[in-house]
Nanobody
Framework: QVQLEESGPGLVKPSQTLSFTCTVS??????????WSWIRQPPGKGLEWIGY???????YYSPSLRSRTSISRDTSKNQVSLHLTSVTPEDTAVYYC???????????WGQGTQVTVSS
């Protein structure tokens, strides 16, 4: 029943900021016990965790991306947002949002949105 849908910019230039939204239906982003995560997969590589936001609104980020990552939410719209600054071509990836529970399993995923960083 829970569904997640990502939206992103598609094509951006280096040094710009990537902005994404994840719209959640069938479940509240403020429900206790869940983490709302952003994960990406560069071409030919594995999944990379970016960060997540708890039901309390607190956010946590991967150490490798922390300095240029921001995750926030809009509870009135049941949306989670991701901003990634100062992007390079290495940020080219499919970006996903996913719901995780207290066991560490991500049980619901969005379909992903492709982003290409190129001049």
């Amino acid at each position: 029943q829970v569904q997640l849908e990502e939206s992103g910019p598609g094509l951006v230039k280096p040094s710009q900021t990537l902005s994404f939204t994840c719209t959640v239906s069938g479940g509240s982003i403020t429900a206790n016990g869940y983490r709302w995560s952003w994960i990406r997969q560069p071409p030919g590589k594995g999944l990379e965790w970016i960060g997540y936001i708890y039901e309390s609104g607190s956010s946590y980020y991967s150490p490798s991306l922390r300095s240029r990552t921001s995750i926030s939410r809009d509870t009135s719209k049941n949306q989670v947002s991701l901003h990634l600054t100062s992007v390079t071509p290495e940020d080219t990836a499919v970006y996903y949002c996913a719901r995780g529970d207290s066991t560490g399993i991500f049980d619901h995923w969005g379909q992903g949105t492709q982003v290409t960083v190129s001049s």
